[in-house]
């Protein structure tokens, strides 16, 4: 459980300082990293080690537990939200906002005004901070360090950072907002909505996060040292690692300093334990299928389980599960069930047929990776829409968790492995993930030295930054125009007026 008193709560000092006691050709920089909890700690952790074999000295700022891992949470969004009112889901949300806003702020707290720390980080002389934008201050640190700083994450609430901070281009008629479920081909009704997503997150991030962060911003740039650069927004951010590529993403513009890093974490198979090979290597002619819903879930409610149970146990596939919860009346003799399963491996054995999941960023890449088509049950936050791109892209059946049957999953699954367009499609995708010139893990360590080596990469950075949205939409020169034309109207107007009546006034007194 978390602590409700972030500012006392243990920081301390990871880490991987991982000196390798080698020397590379690589200079020797020291880089802090501000992490974000579970799959984001995982995919910046990569980085971080890939880092610190290339011989640079490595630092991690991590609290002594983790934030956002909280069961209520995740019941309230599987369970709870489908059966609430919309005022029930209004007033829920803003006692969830609030929560969240004040712990977040609690834990910027605990580093930024912890004297003793900031003493130590700034003695340390770091040259980069590497953040998580999920989790807020990374930017501050930076900030009071006097040094450049580089996001790494998948995506923010509404792309909002992305496209307010960032000034990443997001036209309403072919760019899904996050958490739509849209595809870039949207019906007439759907732009409609994706317009008014977009709005509406838009002042959400206003007047709920901006409102609340620009005091907390002001106050704490008052606190910094002489080093500074006046800049501590999310908008000062040299390089932005998104955790996706065009085998996932629509295609849509793009800034120079964005840059896809998806399926980093992604390796080849290795070898799978005995115990799990054996039931692999059973499965004769009709193979495996791969079931987890991520290291979050562990269990359901029973009559969801049973559900999901029947339907697997009428398969001809073995089904590897993973699932910690009470064992299910209905589960077959076809379905073992494990605390861990080594997912990728898995996924990259020849026997696996399918792979059923919740729809989370790295399931999906270790999926597109080793080309193996998806049964998507998605229960909250990116989810749906990652198994929406999946879908789109023809290597990916959908299906509600709350409404779906036990034929409903029986005959997704049934679908995709008979089917043979879905396995196509899968190694289709895969096939242009691997056809990178670089892979992705060596791209996103070339970029945070990149920044390293020129203190920053402002060359990269859009002049829009610097304009306000009238001029960025051109409305000034839009206006400017519309007044222009009103003039020349009103003027030709007003003169072959004045001509009409003169020649009328000229004829009349000739007929005079």
Not at 127 to 143: Q, W
Not at 359 to 383: R, S
Not at 446 to 468: D, N, Q, Y
Request: net charge neutral; aromatic share 12%.
């Amino acid at each position: 459980k978390a602590p409700t008193n972030c500012s006392n709560m243990l920081w301390i000092h990871v880490f991987l300082l991982l000196q390798l006691g080698f020397f590379s050709a690589v200079s020797s920089e020291k880089i802090l990293a501000w992490p974000a909890d579970a799959s984001h700690w995982l995919n910046l952790r990569l980085i971080l080690e890939e880092l610190a074999h290339k011989g640079h000295e490595v630092t991690a700022l991590v609290h002594s537990t983790f934030l956002t891992l909280q069961r209520d949470f995740f019941n309230f969004w599987i369970y709870g939200v489908h059966n609430m009112s919309y005022w029930e889901l209004y007033e829920h949300l803003k006692v969830a906002v609030a929560s969240s806003l004040k712990l977040q702020r609690d834990t910027c707290d605990g580093v930024l005004k912890n004297k003793e720390l900031m003493y130590k980080l700034q003695n340390q002389k770091f040259d980069i901070v590497v953040a998580d934008p999920v989790a807020p201050c990374g930017e501050l640190i930076a900030e009071s360090l006097g040094v450049p700083f580089v996001y790494s994450f998948r995506f923010s609430m509404g792309n909002s950072l992305e496209r307010l901070c960032g000034q990443l281009p997001s036209p309403f008629s072919y760019v899904p907002g996050a958490m739509t479920a849209f595809s870039d081909k949207m019906s007439f009704g759907q732009r409609l909505a994706n317009t008014v997503l977009y709005a509406f997150q838009d002042l959400i991030f206003s007047l709920v996060f901006q409102k609340n962060w620009d005091n907390y911003y002001s106050e704490i740039l008052v606190l910094l040292t002489p080093t500074s650069r006046d800049t501590g927004s999310p908008a000062s951010a040299e390089i932005w690692l998104i955790r996706t590529y065009w085998d996932f993403e629509y295609p849509r513009p793009i800034l120079p300093n964005f840059k896809f890093v998806g399926g980093l974490h992604c390796a080849p198979a290795k070898p799978l334990p005995e115990e799990i090979e054996k039931v692999v290597e059973s499965s004769g002619e009709h193979g495996i299928v791969v079931f987890s819903m991520g290291s979050m879930i562990k269990n359901f409610s029973n009559e969801r389980t049973n559900i999901i149970a029947a339907a697997l146990s009428q398969l001809p596939q073995k089904v590897l599960w993973r699932y910690s919860g009470k064992k299910p009346d209905a589960l077959g003799e076809n379905t073992i069930t494990y605390d861990w399963i080594p997912q990728n491996d898995l996924l990259g054995h020849p026997k696996t047929k399918a792979f059923i999941t919740h729809g989370g960023t790295n399931g999906i890449y270790e999926a597109i990776y080793h080309g193996v088509p998806i049964v998507g049950i998605p229960l909250f936050a990116e989810q749906p829409d990652n198994i929406v791109h999946m879908k789109s892209k023809g290597m990916a059946i959908m299906l509600d968790f709350n409404k779906m049957g036990t034929q409903d999953l029986l005959d997704a699954v049934n679908t995709v492995i008979n089917n043979p367009t879905y396995k196509e499609n899968a190694m289709r995708l895969s096939r242009i993930h691997h056809d990178q010139p670089v892979k992705p893990l060596d791209s996103a360590v070339f970029w945070i030295e990149f920044v390293m080596r020129h203190k920053g990469a402002k060359h990269l950075r859009p002049a829009s930054h610097e304009l306000t949205w009238y001029q960025y939409h051109c409305l000034d020169v839009i206006g400017f125009m519309f007044v222009c034309l009103f003039l020349f109207f009103y003027i030709t107007i007003t003169f072959l007026t004045f001509c009409y009546k003169k020649c009328c006034r000229t004829t009349k007194e000739k007929n005079q």
